[in-house]
């Protein structure tokens, strides 16, 4: 018998180009033991583009239970105003056929993903969520600068249509808005992280919508869906937020100072592991299924 000698939370990091000219690149964080029936996590960028830190922080505590980490990397060029998903490039287009590549490589199998977004990526993923919630497994959401809210307010403030457009992506959230707050999600900010700058969007209507700073926006944007589950009589959203501590708006210094990978990854640590036992336990009793069957046919 050969003794199994790999370290747990052991993985590689892979780059992976984009397929034909204007497919989505990404950074990869592959378990030693993956386990491909395992959701994969898909971590987005902030503005600065660190898809390849995004692979590197989550990629040790997700190997831990077989789950591969992918960080699409959304070039600026190609996709400047990825955060709001429908804008130029289509960004929510993009991922879906950079999973659906990833899938027939045989890397993940699951029917639905567990998705991450730092700032801009928290951006991203909340509203990709709300357009797509059946693909979408658990949602985190860290530091966004602004949201889109479950109210009438235009997209993308709201799920209301905008006057003089053709498209209705907001109605159309709307309508699927009982699945999105249906699904798991952590809101982290940094305890830090309660200053204006450059890349926050500011002005009358938005700061009273949803507050002043990254802190208030987070804290409104979880009573404004708990709001919204009352108001439409479903469950309690399974909603956790945390205010990160001695954590600015850095990535690094959330994961290093306020914990953020524990945040977002030890609530489904168990079930995941719980999860990966049972398959592997599953696997081997087939095994031995069949080479019984195969020594009764000998015999």
Not at 42 to 48: L, Y
Not at 107 to 117: A, C, H, N, T, V
Not at 132 to 144: Q, R
Request: proline letters at 5%; a positive charge; charged letters at 25%.
């Amino acid at each position: 018998m050969t003794k199994n000698t790999s370290v747990p939370g052991a993985f590689r990091l892979e780059f992976k180009v984009g397929s034909g000219r204007h497919g989505l690149p990404c950074w990869l964080a592959i378990p030693t033991e993956l386990d491909t029936d395992c959701p994969p996590l898909v971590a987005v960028h902030g503005i600065r583009r660190g898809a390849k830190v995004q692979a590197q922080q989550f990629g040790a505590s997700a190997a831990k239970v077989g789950q591969v980490v992918i960080a699409p990397l959304f070039a600026e060029e190609q996709w400047p105003l990825y955060q709001q998903v429908v804008r130029k490039g289509r960004a929510d287009i993009a991922l879906l056929e950079l999973m659906n590549d990833l899938r027939l490589t045989g890397i993940w199998q699951s029917k639905r993903f567990d998705l991450s977004g730092f700032s801009g990526g928290a951006q991203f993923a909340h509203r990709f969520a709300m357009l797509y919630p059946n693909l979408v497994k658990s949602l985190s959401v860290t530091s966004a600068g602004w949201y889109t809210f479950p109210d009438a307010s235009p997209f993308p403030y709201g799920l209301g249509k905008r006057d003089g457009r053709k498209d209705d992506w907001g109605p159309q959230m709307e309508s699927r808005l009982h699945e999105f707050l249906q699904i798991p999600l952590n809101i982290a900010v940094g305890s830090l992280d309660g200053e204006r700058d450059s890349n926050t969007r500011s002005g009358t209507e938005i700061d009273h919508q949803q507050g002043a700073n990254r802190i208030d926006r987070a804290h409104q944007w979880e009573k404004a869906l708990l709001k919204a589950a009352r108001e439409r009589r479903l469950p309690v959203p399974d909603v956790r937020i945390m205010e990160l501590p001695e954590s600015g708006h850095d990535f690094i210094e959330c994961v290093k100072k306020g914990g953020l990978v524990d945040f977002l990854m030890s609530d489904r640590s168990i079930e995941r592991s719980e999860g990966l036992t049972n398959r592997r336990a599953n696997r081997l009793s087939s095994k031995a299924a069949r080479a019984s069957e195969c020594q009764s046919l000998n015999t």
